[in-house]
């Protein structure tokens, strides 16, 4: 009779113990696909995708969200990439954090992480690119304007304000800003353009026309 | 003022000494604030937004090219002092410092290198660019009328 007890209480205390994991907002199930390489990247800790997954070139981008040539690109380059390679199917993006410049930058990065907890990282990441501040650590991407970002989302605040509070994705972020070191990205934007037989490294917001040439080689 | 500038560039020396200067601080200025790339192939481009940072590059680099022969030429030729150099000097390096870091390479490695020491000091500089380059055209302006000054006086142009 004690062990039958003692059985149905183990089997109890696993069941209510599972039930706590799966429940609590601090394990929420997050996309993360381990083994995700992209040539010789691995984006396994980066973006979602933006677009087809089996596009033939994936543009892998390793940004900061402080940083003014990659908003430069956000604004001036990317549209035209969207329009012709991404919403066409001949090409995908992911986006890897190099979050250096400032103190805010890794908060924000973390941040674009606990929106894609609520399957918004991309909406996430162009307000990030829409409001960027015009200089380094004022302000306007701190704790409090990034849990109004996530609110003018319409993202679950208990869920966003208990993922970014409790440095849910802090690991993550310092994880892609080594990862992006180790594959020589010295500044930001830096890209890699990978391509069915191959991939090719840019530095630098540069225009559309250097990446059009590229991958229309690659196509 | 154009007597004195026709003075000083008379001498091809001091013509070649200006081009060997505009020529490399404009085009290293632009590579380095990405109005040109040189990889995969030279591009140049400016993005919307960063005209103004453009134009103060240009000026920059003209006014140095301007003002560093002018002093030159007062001290080889007149002998004068070199205190007066100083003042186009210091506004090229503090106009060429401004915006150089910002996220490219030559920040990523201060940053790397020197820690929040470093994060700070490439901040300050990427987030006061303007203003800075701003300062270091008014600091070369106010040395070209000071040595164009010194030139008539010491030359004894008829302006």
């Known amino acids: ?219 | 003022m154009v007597q004195t500038i026709k003075l000083v560039f008379s001498n091809s020396k001091y013509v070649i000494l200006a081009i060997g200067i505009f020529v490399p601080m404009l085009i290293g200025l632009l590579i380095l604030s990405e109005y040109i790339f040189l990889e995969p192939y030279i591009v140049s481009h400016i993005p919307s937004g960063s005209e103004l940072g453009f134009v103060l590059i240009v000026i920059l680099s003209a006014l140095s090219a301007l003002v560093i022969p002018m002093n030159i030429f007062r001290i080889n030729i007149l002998k004068s002092s070199k205190q007066k150099m100083g003042g186009g000097i210091f506004g090229s390096i503090i106009g060429a410092a401004a915006g150089a870091c910002s996220c490219g390479p030559v920040g990523f490695a201060v940053i790397s290198t020197f820690g929040s020491v470093g994060t700070t000091a490439t901040a300050f500089l990427t987030n006061y660019e303007i203003p800075i380059r701003s300062l270091a055209i008014a600091i070369l302006v106010i040395t070209y009328f000071t040595t164009v000054k010194s030139l008539k006086i010491e030359c004894n142009i008829n302006s």
Request: net charge negative; hydrophobic share 40%.
């Open chain 1, 1 to 219: 009779m004690n062990k039958n007890g003692v059985i149905i209480g183990v089997i109890a205390v696993a069941i209510i113990a599972g039930i706590a994991v799966f429940s609590s907002p601090s394990s929420e199930t997050v996309n993360l696909d381990m083994g995700r390489t992209h040539g010789t990247i691995s984006t396994a800790m980066g973006s979602p995708i933006l677009g087809n997954p089996s596009a033939p070139i994936t543009i892998v981008e390793f940004g900061d969200y402080q940083c003014h040539q990659c908003y430069n690109w956000f604004h001036n380059t990317k549209p035209a990439i969207t329009k012709e390679y991404i919403e066409t199917g001949k090409a995908n993006l992911v986006f890897v954090d190099l979050a250096f410049l400032g103190l805010d930058s890794p908060i924000a990065a973390q941040a674009s992480y606990c929106a894609e907890d609520q399957e918004m990282y991309w909406e996430y990441h162009d307000i990030l690119y829409n409001y960027q501040g015009s200089k380094i650590d004022d302000g306007w991407a701190n704790t409090e304007r990034l849990k109004a970002f996530a609110e003018n989302l319409g993202l679950d605040m208990d869920l966003f304000e208990s993922c970014l509070d409790s440095g849910k994705y802090s690991k993550r972020v310092q994880f892609n800003t080594q990862q992006a070191k180790e594959y020589g990205v010295r500044g930001t934007p830096g890209f890699f353009i990978v391509g069915p037989d191959g991939q090719q490294q840019l530095s630098g917001a540069q225009p559309f026309s250097v990446f059009k040439q590229i991958m229309d080689s690659m196509i």
